[in-house]
Nanobody
Framework: QVQLVESGGGLVQAGGSLRLSCAAS????????MGWYRQAPGKQRELVAH???????NYLDSVNGRFTISRDNAKSTVFLQMNSLKPEDTAVYYC??????????????WGQGTLVNVSA
């Protein structure tokens, strides 16, 4: 069974930086997309950034230029470098992998979430 383990969240002052990591464990045939989502209190979960196996990257407009997503395919790990953090970035951040099994079935796996708290 595939599991995602996140790390790197915490409390930071506005203007600071954090780096999130998400590593997969278990037997994965192929990872197609690695992504980061976030959910602030009282709001819907939103896509922050994702990177495809081909290297295509997309960012939420509000984080473009401040956040950088990267992946280490050999280690089945995705990172999110967050710079110039703002209080409105406060949320629980989740990673998600979109995968294909050896039987060519698509599935997705979510991490447990890590809290990012940006103080003014």
């Amino acid at each position: 069974q595939v599991q995602l383990v996140e790390s790197g969240g915490g409390l930071v002052q506005a203007g600071g930086s954090l780096r999130l990591s998400c590593a997969a464990s278990g037997n994965i045939f192929r990872i197609n997309v690695m992504g980061w989502y976030r959910q602030a209190p009282g709001k819907q979960r939103e896509l922050v950034a994702h990177v495809t196996s081909g290297g295509t990257i997309n960012y939420l407009d509000s984080v473009n230029g401040r956040f950088t997503i990267s992946r280490d395919n050999a280690k089945s790990t995705v990172f999110l470098q967050m710079n110039s953090l703002k209080p409105e970035d406060t949320a629980v951040y989740y990673c998600k992998f979109e995968c294909t099994s050896r039987y060519y079935r698509s599935y997705e796996v979510w991490g447990q979430g890590t809290l990012v708290n940006v103080s003014a």
